[in-house]
Structures are given as structure tokens and as C-alpha cells.
């Protein structure tokens, strides 16, 4: 999906808000803390956005922040925490917040969060202590990787999340780009000459 979306806010009521793109409605579960932050309905915003797909149901997330995405995706890395949980953790608290809980440990404080019991809060510590450090900024590592920041970079994580083989996303993205796109032209574009050839 879309690394980013940025339309109109058309409905909102935690979790859930509508943003027109174009004419084509989005629904998108967001946490409290970008609810927090959003500006008011007929009012444009620009979020970051995660698609998950499963057997029976296909659901997509947005974010104000890229730090915000990132820790919602990490946080579902450890056993036994899903979507809702991840967005529990960013409506209870923020990243730079989240970070440090980790970093020192504070199992006690990370079970006041609504979903997390003492158990998982053990091993959110263990798995993501080492990861916590990069939480926090927006800065461009994650997990020892670069993020992408570039349309062209973010158009092929995109194509890939779709589905693609990162080669096939390559080839695909590098076709469909001119210069002065941005990464929702570039998608639109591959995805429209795949379905021509």
C-alpha cells in the first residue's frame, strides 16, 4: 500500500477515520496519539500508513509520524503482540516515552499499558532493548537498515509490501518515475503499466 496518504479528513472517531484521496475513501485505524494531533474533518492531512492483509481481512493504519509507524511495526515483531496491542502502546504512550520503558527495564510501567501484562512486558524488554535507541527520533536507521526517504526508495518498499519481488519493484519503479514525482505518482504509474503488460 501507499507509504503515505494525504487527502481530507472526512470522518474521524477513534480508532477509526475516513481521509478522501481523490475521491476514493480510506479508512484507516489510527492511535490516540495521532488522533491527538489531527487537524479537524474537511481539513487536509498527510499520514504515514502500514497495510496489513490477512486470510479474511485486509487493514490499513496511519500514523502523523514515521517514528510512530516504525515502533507500531517493531512492536508486533515480539511473540504475541498484534495490531491492537501495538496501537494500545501508542495510545498509552509516546515513542521517545515507549523507548525509554524499554531501555530501563520498566516492566512495571509498561503493564499499566491497557493489553500488556506482566509477561509481555518481559519480553517486549528482551526483544527490543536493543532496538529502543532508534525509536524515539525520526532519524533514518531502523534495525541496523536504512528507512527509505526518497519517492523512489519509498515507491519500491511500497510495490514490495503489495506483493513484489523487491528485483520486480525495482524494475517496475525505476520505469514508471520521471523526474518530480512523488511516491504516490510513481505507484500509480507502475501499477498501471503491470496491468498493461
Same mark, same amino acid.
Not at 481481512?57 to 510512530?68: I, M, T
Not at 506482566?118 to 529502543?132: G, H, M, P, S, Y
Given at each position: 500500500?501507499?507509504? %503515505?496518504?494525504?487527502?481530507t479528513?472526512?470522518?474521524?472517531?477513534? @480508532?477509526?477515520?475516513?481521509?478522501?484521496?481523490?475521491?476514493?475513501?480510506?479508512?484507516?485505524?489510527?492511535?490516540?496519539?495521532?488522533?491527538?494531533?489531527?487537524p *479537524?474533518v474537511? #481539513?487536509?492531512?498527510?499520514?504515514?500508513?502500514?497495510?496489513?492483509?490477512?486470510?479474511?481481512?485486509? =487493514?490499513?493504519?496511519?500514523?502523523?509520524? *514515521?517514528?510512530? #509507524? #516504525?515502533?507500531?511495526?517493531?512492536?508486533?515483531?515480539?511473540?504475541?503482540?498484534?495490531?491492537?496491542?501495538?496501537?494500545?502502546?501508542? =495510545?498509552?504512550?509516546?515513542? =521517545?516515552?515507549?523507548a525509554?520503558?524499554?531501555?530501563? =527495564?520498566?516492566? !512495571?510501567?509498561? !503493564?499499566?499499558? @491497557?493489553?500488556?501484562?506482566?509477561?509481555?512486558?518481559? %519480553?517486549?524488554?528482551?526483544?527490543?532493548r536493543?532496538?529502543? %535507541?532508534?525509536?524515539?527520533?525520526?532519524?533514518?536507521m531502523?534495525?541496523?537498515?536504512?528507512?527509505a526517504?526518497?519517492?523512489?526508495s519509498?515507491?519500491?518498499?511500497?510495490?514490495?509490501?503489495?506483493?513484489?519481488?523487491?528485483? *520486480?519493484?525495482?524494475?517496475?519503479?525505476?520505469?514508471?518515475?520521471? *523526474?518530480?514525482?512523488?511516491?504516490?505518482?510513481?505507484?500509480?504509474?507502475?501499477?498501471?503499466?503491470?496491468? %498493461?503488460?
Amino acid at each position: 500500500m501507499i507509504g %503515505r496518504l494525504k487527502g481530507t479528513i472526512v470522518h474521524k472517531q477513534p @480508532p477509526w477515520l475516513v481521509l478522501d484521496v481523490h475521491g476514493v475513501g480510506y479508512e484507516l485505524e489510527a492511535p490516540m496519539s495521532t488522533f491527538y494531533d489531527l487537524p *479537524e474533518v474537511g #481539513r487536509e492531512v498527510a499520514l504515514f500508513t502500514h497495510y496489513a492483509q490477512k486470510e479474511d481481512s485486509v =487493514s490499513l493504519y496511519g500514523f502523523l509520524s *514515521e517514528s510512530e #509507524r #516504525r515502533l507500531f511495526r517493531d512492536v508486533q515483531k515480539v511473540t504475541g503482540i498484534g495490531a491492537k496491542i501495538a496501537l494500545a502502546i501508542l =495510545s498509552g504512550a509516546s515513542v =521517545s516515552d515507549f523507548a525509554r520503558l524499554v531501555q530501563t =527495564s520498566d516492566v !512495571t510501567a509498561l !503493564t499499566r499499558i @491497557p493489553g500488556i501484562g506482566k509477561k509481555t512486558a518481559e %519480553r517486549i524488554v528482551v526483544e527490543l532493548r536493543d532496538r529502543a %535507541r532508534d525509536f524515539g527520533g525520526a532519524g533514518t536507521m531502523l534495525a541496523g537498515k536504512p528507512v527509505a526517504t526518497d519517492p523512489l526508495s519509498e515507491a519500491i518498499a511500497a510495490l514490495q509490501q503489495l506483493g513484489y519481488k523487491p528485483a *520486480e519493484a525495482l524494475r517496475m519503479a525505476e520505469k514508471a518515475q520521471t *523526474e518530480g514525482d512523488d511516491v504516490e505518482a510513481i505507484i500509480r504509474k507502475a501499477l498501471k503499466s503491470a496491468l %498493461r503488460g
